[in-house]
């Protein structure tokens, strides 16, 4: 018992101090654009790995926002480091990125620095971005495929 609690509160204090707003972490403040409706939410994934980038399950944190005039913002706190995210307009809200038999997405999409793929998904070099101790800001479009 004793070693759960303890695993519970490391978890919790460094996902905590990961994340939250204190000196060794810099803000990030995100507009997803282009949203055709507002139906369900928009998913941002955050990476800090070229092998995980864009797979939605191996994110290192997941935020989720709803979509007012065709535009969903985000804002959170990273330590520095390099990072990309990638997006899904969640339109049937069923907590992830729908697919179709061969693998394209079926809902809007899109990544950090507007990269795209070409044949294939963004990749990680295209979409990282650095953060140091200056605040971002980026605004990002949703393609549909």
Same mark, same amino acid.
């Given at each position: 018992? =004793? #070693?759960?609690?303890?695993?519970?509160?490391?978890?919790?204090?460094?996902?905590?101090?990961?994340?939250? @707003? %204190? %000196? !060794? /972490?810099?803000?990030?403040?995100? #507009?997803? /654009?282009?949203?055709?409706?507002?139906?369900?939410?928009?998913?941002?994934?955050?990476? +800090?790995?070229?092998? %995980?980038?864009? @797979?939605?399950? =191996?994110?290192?944190?997941?935020?989720?926002? +709803?979509?007012?005039?065709?535009?969903?913002?985000?804002?959170?706190?990273?330590?520095?480091?390099?990072?990309? *995210?990638?997006? #899904?307009?969640?339109?049937?809200? @069923?907590? =992830?990125?729908?697919?179709? *038999?061969?693998?394209?997405?079926?809902?809007?999409?899109?990544?950090?620095?507007?990269?795209?793929?070409?044949?294939?998904?963004?990749? *990680?070099? %295209?979409? !990282?971005?650095?953060?140091?101790?200056?605040?971002?800001?980026?605004?990002?479009?949703? @393609?549909?495929?």
């Amino acid at each position: 018992m =004793k #070693t759960l609690l303890l695993m519970g509160w490391l978890f919790f204090g460094i996902n905590t101090c990961l994340y939250a @707003n %204190d %000196d !060794k /972490t810099t803000e990030v403040r995100v #507009t997803v /654009t282009n949203l055709r409706s507002e139906e369900g939410q928009v998913i941002l994934s955050l990476f +800090d790995n070229a092998e %995980d980038f864009p @797979n939605q399950t =191996k994110a290192i944190k997941t935020f989720k926002a +709803d979509i007012r005039d065709g535009k969903a913002n985000f804002q959170f706190h990273l330590p520095a480091g390099t990072y990309a *995210f990638a997006f #899904t307009h969640d339109e049937n809200n @069923n907590g =992830k990125r729908d697919t179709n *038999f061969i693998g394209m997405p079926k809902e809007g999409v899109g990544a950090s620095n507007n990269a795209k793929g070409s044949f294939g998904p963004p990749k *990680f070099e %295209d979409a !990282k971005f650095t953060i140091a101790d200056q605040p971002i800001q980026s605004t990002v479009e949703t @393609n549909y495929l």
